[in-house]
């Protein structure tokens, strides 16, 4: 890559638009998660410029490939959250997040609640409040 702005264009790009991150979720929540990772991706971006040897790029290329993962994975459990749903869907695909967070550097992927317990809680939760909740989580370590 050239530089950094083009480095950070292309990053945003392959967020931006792309509907299979909102999964079933409404656009008030859609919009949400694209604010979270959209920044967050700039920052994958930023980190790797300077940069440019072939190594180099094939880590930042995954590194966004692996954000791509963990947001369409917080889209369809956020949109998929309800009181009568089974918390064993909910626990293994945050485990999924959780796992895919964890590779992404910019994030901290790790919550001091277990994946059952941060399940339960998201579940009883209304949609905008597990999200926002899970996305801190992802950011900090922290529920």
Do not use: C, T, Y
Not at 33 to 51: K, T, Y
């Amino acid at each position: 890559m050239a530089d950094s702005e083009e480095r950070i264009r292309m990053a945003e790009s392959q967020f931006l638009g792309d509907e299979s991150l909102r999964g079933d979720l409404d656009d008030a929540l859609a919009s949400h998660l694209l604010d979270w990772v959209v920044p967050v991706a700039r920052q994958i971006a930023e980190q790797s410029w300077g940069v440019n040897d072939d190594p180099a790029e094939a880590v930042f290329v995954s590194q966004l490939d692996e954000l791509r993962r963990v947001a369409r994975r917080v889209g369809k459990l956020i949109g998929g959250l309800s009181p009568a749903s089974d918390p064993s869907e909910s626990i293994e695909l945050l485990e999924k997040i959780l796992g895919g967070a964890s590779q992404v550097r910019v994030l901290k992927g790790a919550p001091a609640l277990s994946s059952e317990r941060l399940a339960a809680r998201l579940q009883m939760l209304p949609p905008s409040d597990a999200l926002a909740a899970l996305l801190s989580a992802l950011e900090s370590g922290d529920v």
